[in-house]
């Protein structure tokens, strides 16, 4: 065992590989990569702002929302920055210290399944809006609201806080290459010095639990929704109401079924490179997409940024 320790010492940092060897491709990456997280960060800080200052948007939904939007920021900021500077050395180093793996890693998978929960409080939150309108506020009171989300941080924590231990705890004496472009459980797990069977299966279920438990929550909801939009007999009344979830299904199905492919499917299946472009669209694209997708399809929050955009406009007619 302290041989073992010894060589544990040794490997200081991991290498992560990254996308390409090719520095052009490297660069045209980057810039994209760049321009894409300063949109999701300048979107999800945008929705975070109007749903704090627009008293039209002080509802559970955007307070939903807006936690949301959060989350979002922090989950993409777990592995892009990373990724952005190993990208942009001209040194080609993509060293990434121990330490600095399993808290990307912890921080990857704690605010991706706090994610999942608050995504399953927002279409409950869906459902008792459309099905029980006339008890909505005062089931969704702000009490209730807080303590949902608080429940969504609890949730993540607990089911990654010990995994996380043991992950960090285990020896890894080498090699020390990661073919991510972030610290993935899958390959960091591969590159440990022990029998890891036993930790692959306790993430296994955690992803069984994590994805498809919230998975059955959100599908059962919007079954009841559908169902109660199908007997609203106004046409328009059926197109306003199911307009306010269309939203809300398209992040879920992205997000779902990015992460589904990634953590879901059988042992040895699968290319790592393919990981990497899944693992895009999971880090990138559904973050990225959340303030265009709730923005564009959302009346009240173009409204709102309207109203602020012209008191803005204003404010600075005044200053000249």
């Known amino acids: 065992m302290a041989e073992i320790l010894n060589k544990t010492a040794a490997v200081a940092e991991f290498i992560l ?21 300063l949109l999701t960060i300048v979107g999800n800080l945008l929705i975070i702002y109007i749903t704090l200052v627009d008293r039209r948007l002080q509802t559970p939904m955007y307070f939903f929302l807006r936690n949301f939007s959060f989350l979002e920021i922090g989950f993409t900021s777990s592995a892009i920055p990373k990724a952005l500077f190993n ?16 808290i990307q890693n912890f921080l990857y998978f704690v605010l991706g399944t706090t994610d999942f929960l608050l995504v ?26 807080s303590l949902l989300v608080l429940s969504c941080w609890a949730g993540g924590l607990s089911l990654f806080l010990v995994p996380s231990i043991v992950l960090f705890q285990m020896p890894f004496c080498g090699p020390n290459i990661i073919n991510h472009f972030f610290c993935d459980s899958g390959p960091l797990i591969k590159l440990a010095c022990v029998d ?19 998975l059955a ?10 169902s109660r939009i199908l007997h609203i007999p106004s046409a328009t009344g059926r197109k306003k109401t199911f307009s306010t979830c269309a939203s809300h299904m398209t992040v879920v199905s992205i997000a779902y079924s990015s992460c589904i492919v990634m953590y879901m499917k059988p042992k040895g299946t699968g290319e790592l490179d393919f990981n990497k472009i899944v693992a895009l669209l999971n880090t990138v694209v559904a973050p990225f997409l959340v ?7 959302n009346r009240q929050v173009q409204d709102a940024l309207m109203a602020e955009l012209r008191q803005w406009t204003g404010f600075c007619k005044k200053l000249r």
Not at 17 to 37: A, D, K, M, P, S
Not at 87 to 102: H, M, P, R, V, Y
């Open 87 to 102: 990208l942009a050395s001209a040194t080609g180093s993509k060293s990434i210290s121990l330490a600095g793996c399993f």
């Open 17 to 37: 590989v990254g996308f390409t060897h090719i520095r052009w491709l490297q660069i045209l990456l980057f810039w994209l990569l760049l321009l894409t997280y």
């Open 120 to 145: 399953i409080v927002m279409s409950v939150d869906r459902y008792i809006a459309i099905c029980n309108p006339l008890h909505y506020l005062t089931i969704m009171n702000g009490r209730i609201c």
């Open 196 to 214: 890891t069977r036993l930790v692959e299966l306790n993430y296994f279920l955690i992803a069984i639990l994590s994805l498809l438990g919230t």
């Open 291 to 297: 303030p265009f997708i709730y923005c564009l399809r």
């Open 217 to 226: 929550v959100n599908i059962v909801s919007y079954i009841k929704i559908i």
